[in-house]
């Protein structure tokens, strides 16, 4: 997967109550194969769950940095089931 295009986001600044929604708007803001990656102070587990309860199956989540003072994950957007579907080659035949 490409992940050309990755924008980097500091978790520790963001008002606590204002980060999932920073991090799901710019994921929704994403096309696939590009990425975000996240900096935090602490494992967002809590984030992920969230992220497959609204996208499952359109994301890639790898851990870069496994604290313990730091964390850095990942997070690669797929492309959607529908967007394959439109694709030239679904069905196994290609336009060419």
């Known amino acids: ?23 799901f708007g710019r994921f ?4 696939a194969g590009e990425a975000l990656q996240i900096v935090n102070d602490h494992d967002p587990v809590p984030l992920r769950y969230q992220l497959e309860s609204r996208a499952a199956g359109q994301f890639q989540w790898a851990y870069l940095q496994s604290g313990p003072d730091l964390w850095r994950v990942l997070i690669s957007k797929l492309e959607s089931k529908a967007e394959a579907e439109d694709s030239c080659c679904s069905g196994g035949a290609c336009c060419g």
């Open 1 to 23: 997967m490409s992940t050309s295009a990755v924008t980097e986001i500091d978790v520790r600044t963001i008002e606590p109550r204002e980060r999932h929604a920073q991090i």
């Open 28 to 31: 929704d803001a994403l096309h």
